[in-house]
């Protein structure tokens, strides 16, 4: 699988918008760009998944680039029970068992 | 439905003793992975189990650890003898199989070897 870089922390003010990129640079055609957050002594929760298009949800919107090596997480009116850690995960459609391997992921902060 | 089922939530134990960690996956889900989370090494595939077959084990760190799938239902993580490097979070994800689906973790089972 296509390794990912994300920043180590960021912080957001409660209500504004959290943006939470990734970058993907290797990525290849039959690779998704998936999106877990891992709330504090939780299990990790899935948000969104998406190839080339945007993708919306109730949760939140990801935008990847048209070149697809990058992508942005946007949360749109963060609240405090945001504050996770991100985790920006790429897989191939036919990864068979829908295995994920996640990295360090982004630290996120949301501050009243 | 619960959701992904873990048991014991806190097990403590002393090295040397055999820890059997438990998992009852949701309903209709026919793929089950167990993961550890540590500090210094986030989280880790162990295994994973499609229809209740080991597809891939080669995250198992070593011999001391196996795991099982007697039935869609349930599945096991045992480690034994344990260590005090095995203290982890572990976490148990099902999912549907299919391409796209989106794995459901647990609340995990945080080991504690002393």
């Known amino acids: ?112 | 439905d619960a959701g992904v089922i873990q048991s014991p939530r806190h097990e403590v134990t002393e090295m040397g003793q055999e820890v059997t960690l438990r998992c009852k996956p949701i309903s209709g889900h026919n793929s089950l992975f167990w993961y550890r989370q540590t500090m210094m090494r986030g989280l880790e595939l162990l295994i994973y189990f499609n229809n209740n077959v080991p597809i891939d084990d080669s995250g198992m760190p070593e011999d001391r650890f196996s795991a099982k799938m007697p039935n869609a239902s349930f599945s096991t993580l045992k480690i034994q003898p344990s260590e005090p490097r095995d203290s982890a979070v572990y976490f148990c994800a099902s999912s549907t199989g299919t391409s796209f689906g989106e794995q459901f973790f647990g609340p995990g089972t945080r080991l504690t070897v002393l």
């Open chain 1, 1 to 112: 699988d296509a390794k990912t870089t994300q920043p180590t922390s960021m912080d957001c003010a409660e209500g504004r918008a959290a943006n939470l990129p990734c970058n993907h640079s290797t990525i290849s055609g039959n690779e998704y760009v998936y999106w877990y957050r891992q709330i504090h002594s939780q299990g990790p929760q899935y948000i969104i998944h998406g190839l080339k298009n945007n993708e919306t949800n109730e949760m939140a919107s990801l935008i990847i680039t048209e070149d697809r090596k990058s992508s942005t997480l946007i949360l749109p009116h963060a609240t405090l029970r945001d504050t996770a850690v991100y985790y920006c995960i790429v897989r191939p459609l036919n990864n068979a068992g829908n295995m994920l391997t996640f990295g360090g992921g982004t630290r996120l902060m949301v501050k009243p």
